[in-house]
T-cell receptor, first 116, second 111 residues
Framework: GAGVSQSPRYKVAKRGQDVALRCDPI?????LFWYQQALGQGPEFLTY????????KSGLPSDRFFAERPEGSVSTLKIQRTQQEDSAVYLC??????????????FGPGTRLTVL | GQNIDQPTEMTATEGAIVQINCTYQ??????LFWYQQHAGEAPTFLSY????GLEEKGRFSSFLSRSKGYSYLLLKELQMKDSASYLC????????????FGDGTTLTVKP
């Protein structure tokens, strides 16, 4: 189908290692979101793009987290020097655009990151 | 910022009706969403409210009262497949920006 895809689905990293998580949004969707979801909790907002512009990165927990969407389509979330507390599912979502009535978010399957 | 409260767990019987409540305290409000999330899967959209009142969509309905900071999701004719986590999310800004999610209500449907 033409849904949101994420890769890898599972990632195991050693503490201190850098990781890169990829998100392919639905074609034509202007907005892209990254969330972090810990077990038993709701998704926590990390950052938001409108096309290639990163409009809100207030949820990034530290300067070890960096996200980009250079051509306004695919996005990468990079975590440097991973720590055990970074272990979580990282969800990517896209939505059609701005000023649309519903503008619900379509979520990818997530990347489960485990830091040992 | 946003504070969103939902019950942690609920249990109901197949064929019954269940109401899941959500209260929120916000600095801004531009719509409230309900999502369903099965274990190990991504959230999927159920409903959207921006004006006060009831929105009905098949077996699912959602209600909003902006003055009370309150919403509920009503599930009718419960089926076993409705066992999932139900997430309430509030959108803050005027555009497509940030939504803040509650921690979800885990609903278990029993035969």
């Amino acid at each position: 189908g033409a849904g949101v895809s994420q890769s890898p689905r599972y990632k195991v990293a050693k503490r201190g290692q850098d990781v890169a998580l990829r998100c392919d949004p639905i074609s034509g969707h202007v907005s892209l979101f990254w969330y972090q979801q810990a077990l038993g909790q709701g998704p926590e907002f990390l950052t938001y793009f409108q096309n290639e512009a990163q409009l809100d990165k207030s949820g990034l927990p530290s300067d070890r987290f960096f996200a980009e969407r250079p051509e306004g389509s695919v996005s990468t979330l990079k975590i440097q020097r991973t720590q055990q507390e970074d272990s979580a599912v990282y969800l990517c979502a896209s939505s059609l655009g701005v000023r649309v009535s519903h503008n619900e978010q379509f979520f990818g399957p997530g990347t489960r990151l485990t830091v040992l | 910022g946003q504070n969103i409260d939902q019950p942690t767990e609920m249990t109901a019987t197949e064929g019954a009706i269940v109401q899941i409540n959500c209260t929120y305290q916000t600095s801004g409000f531009n719509g409230l969403f309900w999502y369903q999330q099965h274990a190990g899967e991504a959230p999927t959209f159920l409903s959207y409210n921006v004006l006060d009142g009831l929105e009905e969509k098949g077996r699912f309905s959602s209600f909003l009262s902006r003055s009370k900071g309150y919403s509920y999701l009503l599930l009718k004719e419960l089926q076993m497949k409705d066992s999932a986590s139900y997430l309430c999310a509030v959108r803050e800004g005027a555009d497509a920006g940030k939504s803040t999610f509650g921690d979800g209500t885990t609903l278990t449907v029993k035969p």
